[in-house]
């Protein structure tokens, strides 16, 4: 005989979720095995696993304290940074007045160090002069002679009065006595340059010098920044955007640029992006640009061109930073706390299958087995997210996990009810499964809904360290509901179809007679027949069970019909 309609939606159902978890575990597999990125194991937070600590301390011109809104705007600049890196879990804070101490998780590379450090302060400015990087010259003699060094004595006045940033005026004998003397590859430490001044940078390979003019822009004017290729190279650009104050100043920039261009005047057709204090890119002017959408060209790489976008559309820290130290730090928690986690999870699970063996008997390993899938789905995707968005599993992350166990029971609970209250009407087990499916599921619909929401306040508002709690509930309600449809439901489909549960064995959890299914329809009851004491007291009991289940209208009708009953045999006995 051919399944019936159920039954075949509910082996369609579990196929497709032995489908996802597949389709989950080969996406971690192409991590682990292909990209080498993932990991079978989820990826601990600071607290958990310890990682790296770095030190900024801020720099003025003046060498004053910065204030602070300065400190704790760099900080949020900082953060965002680093969430854009893909490092979740880490902790930003200021000290001293002065600092900001970053931890981070794990080993920090390369990349995600420069984004934190790199104080991305970009300036536009115009090139007045261009010469190689060598600080030395051949004498007549063939010796090589350093350049001289500037001293006080050289005048650093300009004359005339230059009449913009591009006016050869600014090269005076001290600049360009600076240029020349300029060693690229020499050591510096945090410089802040004077944007009102003109300054001397190179090129990041150390192979060309330039003497630039007073900045006309800075980083402020971006509105955003995206990382592209180049239509016509296919290099790897930055394409930025500015506001409207900057794209009014910068298209006057290109127009003078543009003019020096045809005049034949280079290198003052040239303008620069200048990041703390490099020349990222120092392109000549090829057309008068009035759309405010200027790219910034160079030797990048697609990640290097990300990581300067990213910290260009975040904005420039207001400060200037040093790297005070860089440390390896221990988990402030650690492996001990870790296992009293999951052993207070372990704790509750079992009492959760206690609880439900006793209650429901075997339809308790339902719940069991349901908790189990959700773990092996919640397991896998915790270690995906640790891949493609950096997440790391925090105590609090733990303890979120904790916490679904017996949310998810709940829902469990709430749909045996519901089933068991149509078996205490008097249907049948299958009927009971799907009338009580459809009363449960809007319950529970409400119920995780609110959840949800609960979780997305809690993380938007909550501190840091509690927004690992609020995603993992989030994540775990989100899974409970998946599960709740595409697995509980269709093996109750099943199970309702077999002997042992379609039968109301007794140990099935789903017996209609010690559920007290003792009446047919609303207010109306079976005969009880007489019999042995303890059928006697069975039926009692089962009786007692279903009055106590009536709603009031229910009682004050059958009040009723047993008053009409009464009266009826009154009137017999009088005839």
């Given at each position: 005989m051919a399944s ?10 579990l196929?497709?979720?032995l489908l996802?978890?597949?389709?989950l575990?080969?996406?971690n597999?192409?991590?682990v095995?292909g990209?080498?990125?993932s ?6 937070a600071?607290?958990?696993q310890?990682?790296t600590?770095i030190v900024?301390s801020?720099?003025t011109i003046d060498g ?5 809104d300065q400190l704790?705007?760099?900080a949020?600049i900082?953060?965002?940074?680093v969430?854009a890196s893909?490092?979740a879990?880490a902790?930003i804070?200021?000290e001293?007045?002065?600092?900001i101490?970053v931890?981070i998780p794990g080993k920090?590379d390369d990349?995600?160090?420069e984004?934190?450090q ?5 300036e536009?400015?115009a090139v007045i002069?261009a010469?190689?990087s ?7 003699d ?5 350049y001289?060094?500037p001293?006080?004595t050289m005048?650093?006045v ?5 009449t913009?940033?591009?006016d050869?005026a600014w ?6 006595a ?10 510096r430490g945090?410089?802040?340059?004077d944007p009102?001044?003109?300054l001397?940078a190179?090129?990041?390979?150390n192979t060309?010098?330039y ?5 006309e822009?800075n980083?402020?004017a971006i509105d955003?920044?995206q ?5 016509t190279?296919g290099a790897?650009?930055v394409?930025?955007e500015?506001d409207?104050?900057?794209?009014k100043?910068?298209g006057?920039?290109s ?5 020096n ?7 003052r057709?040239q303008?620069a992006?200048?990041l703390?204090?490099?020349v990222i890119s120092?392109p000549?002017?090829q057309?008068?640009?009035l759309?405010?959408k200027?790219?910034i060209?160079g030797?990048?790489?697609q990640?290097?061109?990300q990581?300067?976008?990213?910290q260009?559309r975040?904005g420039?820290l ?6 005070q130290?860089?440390d390896t730090?221990?988990a ?5 706390q870790?296992?009293?986690g ?21 339809l308790?390993?339902v719940i ?8 092996v789905l919640?397991?896998?995707?915790v270690?995906i ?6 997440f790391?599993?925090?105590?609090a ?5 904790i916490?679904s ?12 009810e519901?089933?068991?209250d149509?078996l205490r009407d008097?249907?049948s087990v299958t ?8 009363r449960?599921?809007r319950?529970?619909?409400?119920s995780?809904?609110?959840?949800v929401?609960a979780a997305?306040?809690?993380y938007?508002?909550a ?5 690992g709690?609020a995603?993992?509930l989030?994540l775990?309600?989100?899974i409970?509901?998946?599960i ?6 269709p093996?109750m489909?099943?199970l309702?179809r077999?002997k ?9 959890g789903l ?7 003792v ?7 079976r005969e009880v027949?007489?019999g042995?004491s303890g ?12 009055e ?11 009040e009723a019909?047993?008053a ?6 009154g ?5």
């Amino acid at each position: 005989m051919a399944s019936s309609s159920p039954v075949r939606h509910a082996w369609r159902v579990l196929l497709g979720l032995l489908l996802v978890t597949a389709a989950l575990f080969g996406i971690n597999a192409i991590g682990v095995y292909g990209f080498q990125q993932s990991s079978w194991a989820p990826e601990l937070a600071l607290d958990l696993q310890g990682g790296t600590q770095i030190v900024l301390s801020a720099q003025t011109i003046d060498g004053a304290d910065p204030s602070e809104d300065q400190l704790n705007q760099a900080a949020a600049i900082i953060r965002q940074r680093v969430d854009a890196s893909g490092v979740a879990e880490a902790d930003i804070t200021t000290e001293g007045g002065r600092n900001i101490v970053v931890q981070i998780p794990g080993k920090v590379d390369d990349a995600t160090r420069e984004r934190i450090q790199a104080s991305a302060q970009l300036e536009f400015r115009a090139v007045i002069a261009a010469t190689g990087s060598a600080t030395e010259f051949v004498g007549d003699d063939g010796e090589a002679t350093p350049y001289p060094t500037p001293d006080d004595t050289m005048n650093a006045v300009p004359t005339p009065e230059p009449t913009d940033a591009s006016d050869p005026a600014w090269m005076t004998e001290r600049q360009q006595a600076e240029l020349l003397a300029f060693d690229c590859t020499a050591e510096r430490g945090v410089e802040v340059a004077d944007p009102d001044q003109p300054l001397v940078a190179c090129d990041p390979e150390n192979t060309v010098k330039y003497l630039l003019g007073p900045a006309e822009l800075n980083g402020t004017a971006i509105d955003d920044a995206q990382a592209g290729r180049d239509q016509t190279s296919g290099a790897w650009t930055v394409n930025l955007e500015l506001d409207s104050e900057g794209t009014k100043i910068f298209g006057e920039i290109s127009q003078r640029l543009y003019q020096n261009k045809l005049a034949g005047q280079s290198p003052r057709d040239q303008f620069a992006f200048v990041l703390d204090g490099v020349v990222i890119s120092a392109p000549a002017m090829q057309a008068q640009i009035l759309n405010g959408k200027p790219s910034i060209s160079g030797s990048f790489t697609q990640e290097s061109s990300q990581a300067l976008a990213d910290q260009l559309r975040y904005g420039a820290l207001p400060l200037s930073f040093e790297v005070q130290s860089s440390d390896t730090i221990s988990a402030t928690l650690g492996s001990q706390q870790l296992q009293i986690g999951l052993i207070a999870g372990l704790i509750g699970l079992a009492l959760v299958a206690v609880y439900s063996l006793i209650s429901y008997r075997a339809l308790g390993w339902v719940i069991i087995a349901s908790i189990g899938v959700m773990g092996v789905l919640t397991y896998v995707i915790v270690c995906i997210l640790a891949w493609r968005m950096g997440f790391r599993l925090s105590l609090a992350g733990v303890a979120g996990l904790i916490v679904s166990i017996g949310f998810t029971a709940d829902s469990f609970i709430v749909y045996f009810e519901r089933i068991r209250d149509e078996l205490r009407d008097g249907k049948s087990v299958t009927s009971a499964v799907e009338d009580g499916w459809g009363r449960a599921k809007r319950t529970i619909y409400i119920s995780k809904s609110i959840n949800v929401l609960a979780a997305v306040v809690l993380y938007i508002l909550a501190d840091s360290t509690v927004k690992g709690f609020a995603f993992t509930l989030g994540l775990t309600t989100l899974i409970d509901v998946f599960i709740f449809v595409i697995f509980t439901h269709p093996v109750m489909q099943l199970l309702a179809r077999t002997k042992f549960f379609g039968g109301g064995h007794k140990l099935s959890g789903l017996d209609p007679e010690s559920l007290g299914a003792v009446y047919r329809g609303r207010s109306r009851y079976r005969e009880v027949q007489t019999g042995s004491s303890g059928r006697s007291a069975r039926v009692k009991g089962s009786r007692n069970e279903a009055e106590r289940r009536q709603t009031i209208a229910e009682r004050k009708r059958a009040e009723a019909l047993a008053a009409q009953g009464g009266a009826n045999a009154g009137k017999d006995s009088d005839s």
